[in-house]
């Protein structure tokens, strides 16, 4: 038997589109056990089939290790909201792939299972923190994921602004446009090269300053019901900064206080939604 939890992860911090990404204290636990047959406990009857990501993943991973597959018996405990951009099915990748891995004695590499795992979602940049923990920067070379972590201030807490509706990626990246400005994208690469020294001083000016981005967030601001309210009502009650929690709808604010979450919720009204505010660290 196998038991893991793997961690939500909140992806792009800005500028970073497709790269930056940071494993936060929200998880979804794991157990598997071999079976011969497939029996998933623990989540929606429209999830307990081969449909799973989870399983999917776990199919394509026992693919990888030339092992037949038979069936699994799988219990999830799951905290991590899905379309939700919080990184829901890079966690549930990432279970299926370490958990199947771990079932067979771990025969492949972390390296190979963090490609297979890339290769599932089409980039790495929330694979990366929910496979290796911590705040990470990936980049593809010749179709392979490199990724490295990089130190965050230890005062930087996370808050995430989880709202009551969903938002596909593939919905959130069809309004993105195909080709960008030589402006914009020098724009992006200095200020997400600023953000990995912002983030590792926790200076405030400096981050509030980093988080700027051109690529993506312009365009997708309009798919989020009530996001200037939110940000206004953020940025007034002193977050450092603010920005979309990787494809969205959740939204990011960095903070060093921890009262904020708290002063957050209770002046969270908006007009068209309702927003949970979670206070949450970086997981390692
Ligand atoms: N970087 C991705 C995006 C994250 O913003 O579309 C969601 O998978």
Redesign the pocket.
């Known amino acids: 038997m196998v038991k893991l939890r793997v961690p939500a992860s909140t992806?792009?911090l800005g500028p970073g589109?497709?790269s930056f990404g940071c494993a936060l204290s929200l998880y979804n636990e794991y157990t598997f056990e071999k079976c011969d047959h497939l029996e998933i406990t623990g989540c929606p009857v429209e999830y307990c089939n081969e449909r799973n990501l989870t399983v999917v993943a776990i199919k394509k991973t026992l693919q990888a290790m030339d092992q037949p597959w038979e069936g699994l018996k799988m219990e999830v405990d799951a905290h991590i909201p899905v379309s939700s951009g919080l990184g829901s099915s890079a966690a549930m990748i990432v279970a299926g792939a370490k958990g199947a891995n771990a079932l067979y004695g771990n025969p492949l590499s972390d390296q190979q299972l963090f490609e297979l795992c890339t290769e599932m979602e089409g980039?790495p940049?929330?694979i990366a923190p929910a496979f290796f923990g911590g705040m990470t920067v990936s980049v593809m070379e010749q179709g392979k994921p490199l990724t490295v972590r990089f130190p965050v201030h230890p005062e930087l807490r996370f808050l995430v602004l989880i709202p009551d509706f969903s938002l596909s990626?593939k919905m959130?990246?069809s309004v993105l446009p195909q080709t960008i400005s030589r402006a914009d994208a020098i724009f992006n690469e200095s200020h997400a090269g600023l953000l990995t020294i912002a983030l590792e001083r926790g200076d405030e000016a400096l981050i509030r300053a980093a988080m700027q981005d051109r690529l993506?967030q312009p365009y997708r601001r309009s798919l989020i019901k009530d996001i200037d309210a939110v940000e206004k009502a953020a940025m007034e009650a002193g977050a450092i900064s603010f920005c979309i929690s990787?494809?969205g709808p959740t939204c990011l604010c960095l903070t060093k206080d921890p009262t904020l979450a708290g002063r957050l919720q209770d002046h969270l009204s908006t007009p068209n939604s309702r927003w949970k505010v979670l206070d949450l660290q970086i997981a390692e």
């Open positions: 992806a792009n589109f497709d980039h940049d929330n990626t959130a990246r993506h990787g494809a």
